[in-house]
């Protein structure tokens, strides 16, 4: 918990979701006191549970669009960590307004409010998803143009932007995190949650989205908090910068169902596949990290991609956690 | 005028302003049916006076917040070209709204008209000061990670990604072109108006912001319109790309002044530098862009920055626009 120690006041958005729940028992431990900030729209307080039962912990439930709220209750903090989004991809493709008002407007109302009440430091949650289909693969962070295929792509990529020119124009620090496949339990989507809800319909089949061939990077959230921390704290005086975080490690996604299946003890289930490149309109048939920049500043995910959906599917299925 | 023929039914936001005007009358010029959409909030009527005479032109004076007007309008056309925005970017630094709605939420605003009427292309004017202060130089459209230091090339850098987002999802096809310093007749701002406007007041000595050893590239406006066509003809089928549009020559702001001195006939004109290495907060000392991607389809500005300033320069005190 090293790593987690002397951050200052913390304001964490999401805070009530899978990462950002994760986030502030990390931060706790590390002895910081700690404000969450979640709508409770796909979070919940459960989450919170242990968190609550510290002193140094207090929960606000409010909307990143209630500017009011978020700048209050953002007074007398030092570090703003932004997780708070949309989380359902798909759902932002078939109404553009979800991502654009969750994410742009949401990362901009968060900066507004830091700038009003002078809190200087913002680590904020990217995503894969600004590099699009990127030609360059493994990707590194120097990387462009960025061409997002999903809003919620463009959205997080609207928020880096934003992030950059407040840190320059208004004397704060930045640093932003690109984050490939983060699992591990309390997350409530992804392929994994799906095939463990599918497979305790139908242990005998399992449908698969596209041809069974995308292949992406997965990480465990303990390694993505550690690097979160890690990089805030070595990776130097730049005003704003930028970090893939997530592993140069890849798994197909039938290599994923294999795994999701061993771990449940099945055999011989049959896949059916529905065909093409991509699971669903905006979905990344193959995204490989370039992970050099932040090999240079020492961190490394502990797990590897395959390593890390075994890890995450065990704990889902012997978690209290309902899926499907 | 080749390059602007069968365009197909044009929608120009920005239409009044320095660049969408000239556009308008390109289009027109090759046959076009064109709307144009203008707040005038920047724009003047009067630039659009030999527009209006054509009957092929209908101007429509409303803002980009205002969807249903938006959407009303751009009923029944082919293709947007999309220039309006905040032109004033130190301003938007002041106050951060100014660019998030007229850059960020007019963007998405025009995407969501096109979406709504089946409008199926679009031109977009995007800027290098996506590129922030970028290490590369010559700059290319590969560069990453983009850091903008101003709400604007922040607000510009959203537009791209949203752009992108869209003509994926829906269909649609965009080209994204990052626009150098352009110049010309009509211009309001920079520093070539700047400077004229100074000397006219005072032709004995010239403040020039910063250590006067900021360097950019200029290029006219007729060849940024020629270059807007050629790339949209001529580069190909993908969904959506980026373009660099300007010269890979700059000129340094003494040089500049050098020019407009010597174009307005002034001798021996004492230069107070108000020292650092840049005009204003956000202003990006040394922009130099590399042009391979437009020279590969066949497009070069005409003039370098240098004959562009001074070409510029001569127009602007010959025109019968106020200066100052």
Known sequence: MELAGNMGRCFVTGAAGFIGSHLVEYLLAGGNAVTGYDN???????????????????????????????????????VVFHLGANTDIPLGNQDPRIDFENCIKGTFNVL?????????RIL????STVYGEHPIRPTP??????????????????????????????GMRGWVYRFGNVVGPRM???????????????PMALEILGDGNQEKNYFLVEDCIEGILHASRYAGEASCQVFNLGTD????????????E???????????????????????????????????????????????????????????????
């Open 40 to 78: 409770l729209s796909s979070g919940k307080k459960v989450w919170l549970e242990s968190a609550a039962t510290n002193r140094q912990f207090q929960f606000v439930e409010a909307d990143l669009l209630d500017e009011a709220r978020l700048t209050g209750a953002m007074e007398g903090h030092d």
């Open 188 to 202: 409530g989507h992804g392929v994994i949650f799906d095939f463990i809800r599918k497979l305790r319909q139908d």
């Open 112 to 120: 507004q409010a830091m700038r009003t009440v002078n809190t200087r």
């Open 262 to 324: 061993s771990e449940m003890g099945l055999h011989g289930v049959v896949h059916h596949f529905t065909g093409g490149d991509r699971g669903w309109p905006g979905d990344v048939p193959i995204v490989s990290y370039d992970m050099h920049k932040m090999e240079s500043l020492g961190w490394r995910a502990r797990a590897s991609s395959a390593e890390a959906v075994r890890i995450a599917t065990r704990r889902l299925l012997s978690s209290a956690q309902p899926v499907g």
């Open 141 to 170: 962070e120097t990387s462009g143009p960025l061409l997002p295929i999903t809003h919620y792509g463009a959205g997080k990529l609207a928020g880096e932007g934003l992030v950059s020119s407040f840190c320059d124009l208004y």
């Open 124 to 127: 904020f949650a990217s995503s």
């Open 249 to 260: 490690s890849t798994v197909r996604v039938t290599e994923v169902a294999n795994i999701v």
